[in-house]
Nanobody
Framework: QVQLVESGGGLVKPGGSLRLSCASS????????IAWYRQAPGKEREFVAA????????FYADSMKGRFTISRDYARTTVSLRVNSLKDEDTAVYYC??????????????????WGQGTQVTVSS
């Protein structure tokens, strides 16, 4: 049973930074990638970034490049998302997701078969 638990969310002022973590347990040896998605109030869930679990190759949504950094600790089976220069529009619930599906796009949420419960990030002065 794969479990993903996000942490690190909270209230942050505009311009600030934070680091979200995704702790995983029960990951299969064929886990192919882990991603971060976010869902703002009244909006659809959107792709933020993904990382190939074995090789560490990273993928970002075009709008997220520059301020978001995804990384993994292979030994501790955790994935982090660093966010800099936070903006009001970054307010959302951030979800961690894992996939054991070999084919498909890293950007397609349908590919991800395991999801965490999410962590709330609120950017406000």
């Amino acid at each position: 049973q794969v479990q993903l638990v996000e942490s690190g969310g909270g209230l942050v002022k505009p311009g600030g930074s934070l680091r979200l973590s995704c702790a995983s347990s029960g990951l299969a040896l064929d886990t192919y990638a882990i991603a971060w998605y976010r869902q703002a109030p009244g909006k659809e869930r959107e792709f933020v970034a993904a990382i190939n679990w074995a090789g560490g190759t990273t993928f970002y949504a075009d709008s997220m490049k520059g301020r978001f950094t995804i990384s993994r600790d292979y030994a501790r089976t955790t994935v982090s998302l660093r966010v800099n220069s936070l903006k009001d529009e970054d307010t959302a619930v951030y979800y961690c997701a894992a996939t054991t599906v070999l084919t498909g796009s890293y950007y397609d949420q349908a590919r991800y078969n395991y999801w965490g419960q999410g962590t709330q990030v609120t950017v406000s002065s």
